[in-house]
C-alpha cells in the first residue's frame, strides 16, 4: 500500500529535562529533540553550578585556593587537593617528601574509590535499583570515616598543602584503613552479583550509549569513559606522578565504550585502587610530612653549634629565621626551604623564629610567592585528566588558575551518547557519565 | 474555637491541631533541590548509617506538587534561583524550606558575582542548616527542629 500523504504537519516533539529533573543528579538542562521515542538531538545547557573558582583563586593567597579546589570534584575532593598542590610545587620547584608522596596516593585512591561507588550507586537508583545505592553508600561512610579520622573532616577536607599534607596520618590508620577496605570488598562483591548479570541491567545498559573511539579521541574523553572506550590512557601510567610509577596496578580497558563498559571498568578501577592503597601502605616509608619538617629552634641550635651536616641541602631565597645572626654561620647552615610550609604550632608559640616564619606566610603581600612563570600539571582524578594551569606573576595571589575538568570534556561529547537512542536510556547514559557539576562550571 | 476551655467544646480543637501537627511532622515527603557538594551528605544522611527514614522523611518525591518540604542542597547561583523559586512556587501549601548548607544560608565562601547570597532573599525559609557541608548529624538535627516546628504551628485545616 502506498503511504497516504500526509493530511497533517509532522513535526518532533522539544523535551525540556532538567536542570531540576529527579533521574539528574547535578544540575544541567538537556532540551531534547525526540522523534517519537527516539532521540534526534540533544544541546546541553550547562552553567548552573558556576561558582567562579578561577575568579576567586586570583582574589585569594596561593594557600587560601585549596578550600574551593575542594569544591571542584566534591565526591573525590583529595585528588584535587593534591592535583593543585602538585601544580604550585612545580611552579615553586619543590620536592615533597617520600612520605608525603605516599599519602597523597592512599588518599587518592581512597577518593577515587568513593568516587566510582556515588557514580555507580546514584546511576544504579536513577534505574530503579535501590539496593545497590543503599550498599554503596554504605561502603562509601566506611571511606568516609577514613578520610575523617586523617583529615578531621568528610568531605571537603583541604587536606593538601603546598610542601606537603596537613599532618601525618594516624598511628593505627593501617589496621583501621585494611578493616575498611574489606568491607567496601564485600560491598563490591554484593553488588558485583546483583548487578553484572542482572538481566534489567544488562539490557539497560549494554549497546546503550556507544562512545567510539575516534569519538572519545577528537572530543579529549579522559578517565573511564575514555577507557571503556578501549583507550589506553590513564595519567598515573602515561606520566606518573607521586609514587604510581612504582605501584602494581591494571587499567582496565573496554571494547565497545558503552554503559555495560563504564561500569565494568569502574568496577575493576576500585579494585585497582584497592591494590594501590595495599601496596602504598606496605611501603609507606617514615619521616616529615612537609618539605621543611625541622622545627627552627632546631635549626638554630645546631646552626650556633655548626652542627649543619645532617640538614638537607635546600636552596632558599628567603630564611627569616636566621636573620640578626653572624654571617661566618649564615653561610655554614643549608637552611629547610621555609617559603611555604607553616611552622608547626608550637614552633610558633615558643619561639621566636617560628612566630617570624608564621607571620611571613600568613600576612597579606607576603606569603608563598612562586617565581614568575606559569605551568601545567595534571593527576587522574576519578573523572579523567584533571588539569591544572596556574600562572604566577611573582605576587603572592595567582595570576591565572585555569583547570581542565575532566566532565566537561565528558559533557561536550553528551549529545553523540544520546542521539539515536531511545528517552529512557538518557537517564541510563546521563548516569554512567558521573557529571560533576561543581567541576564543570567551576 | 479561640475562648477555648480544656472543659469546653475547644477542647477537640486544640487536640485535632496536634494530632494534625504529629501525622504532618512524621510524613513528610522532601523535594531535593540538589545542586552541589551537600548533596553528597544529602544523600549519606537518607542512606543507611544515617537515615532520615527514621525521621519519617525518607521518601523524597520529585514533583513539587506532592511535596512538603523544599531541600535547598547546595550553591544556588543566580542561574538557577529563578527555577528553585519556581519550584517553590509550585509547591501546596502546607509548605516548609530547609536550607541546607552554608550556601545557601548566606551564599557561604562563595562571595562573588555568580552566587545568591543566600536563598531566604528568593523564598522564605523555615530552617538554617549551616555547615559546609552539613554533618548527617546536623541535618537530623535541623529535620528534629522543623519537625518541632511543624507540631507547633498554627495548623492550617
Known amino acids: ?442 | 474555637m479561640s475562648s477555648a476551655t480544656p472543659e469546653g467544646p475547644g477542647f477537640i480543637t486544640t487536640k485535632l491541631e496536634q494530632a494534625v501537627g504529629w501525622a504532618r511532622k512524621f510524613s513528610i515527603f522532601q523535594y531535593p533541590f540538589v545542586t552541589a557538594c551537600c548533596g553528597m551528605e544529602y544523600m549519606s544522611s537518607g542512606a543507611s548509617h544515617y537515615d532520615f527514614d527514621r525521621f519519617g522523611a525518607g521518601l523524597p518525591r520529585f514533583s513539587p506538587r506532592q511535596a512538603d518540604v523544599l531541600f535547598v542542597v547546595g550553591t544556588i547561583s543566580h542561574k538557577i534561583a529563578p527555577i528553585l523559586r519556581m519550584v517553590y512556587d509550585q509547591m501546596c501549601e502546607p509548605k516548609w524550606v530547609i536550607a541546607f548548607g552554608v550556601c545557601t544560608c548566606t551564599g557561604g565562601f562563595y562571595d562573588n558575582y555568580a552566587t545568591v547570597q543566600g536563598i531566604d532573599t528568593i523564598i522564605p525559609v523555615d530552617i538554617y542548616i549551616p555547615g559546609c557541608p552539613p554533618r548527617p548529624e546536623a541535618v537530623l538535627d535541623g529535620l528534629m527542629k522543623l519537625q518541632t516546628r511543624i507540631q507547633n504551628q498554627k495548623q492550617a485545616l
Open chain 1, 1 to 442: 500500500m502506498a503511504a497516504a500523504a500526509p493530511t497533517h504537519e509532522v513535526r518532533n516533539m522539544l523535551i525540556n529535562i532538567g536542570p531540576s529533573h529527579p533521574a539528574m543528579h547535578g544540575v544541567i538542562r538537556l532540551i531534547t529533540e525526540l522523534d517519537g521515542e527516539k532521540v534526534v538531538k540533544v544541546q546541553a545547557e550547562i552553567g548552573y553550578l558556576h561558582r567562579a573558582f578561577e575568579k576567586s583563586a586570583e582574589n585569594s593567597s596561593w594557600t587560601q585556593v585549596m578550600p574551593y579546589t575542594d569544591r571542584l570534584n566534591y565526591v573525590s575532593p583529595l585528588i584535587n587537593n593534591f592535583g593543585y598542590c602538585a601544580a604550585v610545587e612545580k611552579l615553586l620547584g619543590i620536592e615533597i617528601t617520600e612520605r608525603c608522596k605516599y599519602i597523597r596516593v592512599v588518599m587518592s585512591e581512597v577518593s577515587r574509590i568513593t568516587d566510582h561507588l556515588t557514580c555507580i550507586a546514584a546511576s544504579a537508583m536513577e534505574m530503579g535499583a535501590m539496593t545497590v545505592f543503599l550498599y554503596f553508600m554504605k561502603a562509601r561512610e566506611f571511606l568516609y570515616e577514613i578520610v575523617e579520622d586523617v583529615t578531621g573532616a568528610r568531605l571537603t577536607i583541604s587536606y593538601g598543602r603546598i610542601g606537603g599534607v596537613k599532618g601525618d596520618i594516624p598511628e593505627n590508620l593501617g589496621e583501621k584503613l585494611e578493616g575498611a577496605l574489606k568491607k567496601v570488598e564485600k560491598e563490591l562483591y554484593e553488588v558485583d552479583r546483583l548487578l553484572t548479570r542482572n538481566r534489567i541491567w544488562v539490557d539497560r545498559t549494554r549497546d546503550i550509549g556507544i562512545l567510539t573511539r575516534e569519538d572519545a579521541v577528537s572530543f579529549s574523553v579522559t578517565g573511564p569513559m575514555a577507557r571503556a572506550s578501549g583507550i589506553n590512557y590513564d595519567v598515573r601510567k602515561a606520566h606518573p606522578y607521586l609514587v604510581y610509577d612504582r605501584m602494581d596496578f591494571d587499567v582496565p580497558l573496554g571494547e565497545k565504550g558503552d554503559n555495560y563498559d563504564r561500569y565494568l571498568v569502574r568496577m575493576e578501577e576500585m579494585r585497582q585502587s584497592i591494590r594501590i592503597i595495599r601496596q602504598a601502605m606496605r611501603e609507606m616509608p617514615g619521616g616529615p610530612v612537609t618539605v621543611d619538617a625541622l622545627e627552627s629552634f632546631d635549626l638554630v641550635d645546631k646552626a650556633k653549634m655548626g652542627r649543619t651536616t645532617g640538614l638537607v641541602n635546600v636552596l632558599t631565597t628567603v630564611e627569616p629565621t636566621l636573620s640578626g645572626m653572624e654571617r661566618p654561620f649564615h653561610d655554614r647552615v643549608m637552611p629547610q626551604d621555609r617559603r611555604v610550609v607553616l611552622p608547626s604550632k608550637d614552633d610558633t608559640y615558643s619561639n621566636i623564629e617560628g612566630l617570624m616564619n608564621h607571620f611571613k606566610l600568613i600576612m597579606d603581600y607576603h606569603g608563598i610567592r612562586p617565581p614568575q612563570g606559569d605551568t601545567y600539571f595534571a593527576v587522574e582524578a576519578a573523572n579523567g585528566e584533571l588539569g591544572f594551569y596556574v600562572v604566577s606573576d611573582g605576587k603572592d595571589r595567582p595570576y591565572r588558575v585555569r583547570v581542565r575538568p575532566p566532565c566537561f570534556f565528558n559533557m561536550a561529547v553528551l549529545h553523540k551518547l544520546l542521539e539515536g537512542y531511545m528517552v529512557a536510556d538518557i537517564v541510563a547514559t546521563f548516569g554512567s557519565i558521573n557529571m560533576i557539576a561543581g567541576e564543570l562550571d567551576r
